[in-house]
């Protein structure tokens, strides 16, 4: 039987998604032997991510400000606005590096069967911004999976009354598969070979 306090810190790490009980208690092991600066340095970053991030007032990223470094970024491309579901598909087309625009993340898609509304998920938020800003074309890059079809369908039926080009990120990408599991170069001709909802 373990002491309490590795008990406890193994426990803790099974809060993680896709954790479990023999990770967990590595993980504690391998805390147990680092040097006290570092577990220090660990709980510190911990602790304030959770307290400094919050979401971007304008797109919903997350962000240390109340406007995040994205939408303050002069340098981007204005005609472009990408709608995502999550933050972490931000980071994934950042990380692509191509894409220059700007973005608006949902709060998750629409679903039926969850009983997810279209106010639920900030698209209230996403129509005042292309009435708003001058945005050319509005890129949706959400799963591809019928929670992603019914968004983009619903995006498309209200933007397309506005004047404004909306596209959907190519197909290639897995039915069903998370966004930030895909690949930089799938999701990069994704990006290239987007087309528009019909
Ligand atoms: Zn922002």
């Known amino acids: ?26 993980l504690a092991f391998s805390v147990l032997s680092m040097e006290k600066e570092q577990v220090d340095d660990l709980s510190e970053s911990l602790i304030k991510a959770k307290k400094n991030i919050k979401r971007c007032k304008k797109c919903n990223n997350l962000s ?19 709608v995502v579901e999550d933050p972490k598909t931000v980071f994934s087309i950042e990380k692509i590096g191509t894409y220059n625009g700007y973005y608006h993340v949902l709060n998750g898609l629409i679903s039926s069967f969850n009983g997810i509304n279209p106010e ?36 498309n039926n209200i933007l397309g009354d506005m004047k404004i080009k909306v596209t959907r990120i190519a197909s290639g990408i897995p039915m069903g598969a998370d966004m930030e599991y895909v690949d930089s170069l799938t999701l990069e001709k994704a990006f290239d070979n987007r087309k528009t909802i019909s």
């Open 1 to 26: 039987m373990y002491p309490k306090s590795i008990k406890k810190l193994v426990e803790s790490f099974k809060y993680f998604p896709g954790i479990g009980e023999k990770t967990a208690e590595r």
């Open 120 to 155: 639920e998920i900030r698209l209230d938020k996403l129509i005042e911004r292309v009435q708003n800003e001058k945005f050319k074309e509005v890129i949706i890059a959400v799963k591809q999976c019928i929670e992603g079809e019914m968004t983009a369908l619903y995006i």
């Open 64 to 82: 240390e400000e109340d406007i995040c470094d994205i939408c303050t970024d002069n340098g981007r491309n204005t005609d472009l606005l990408c």
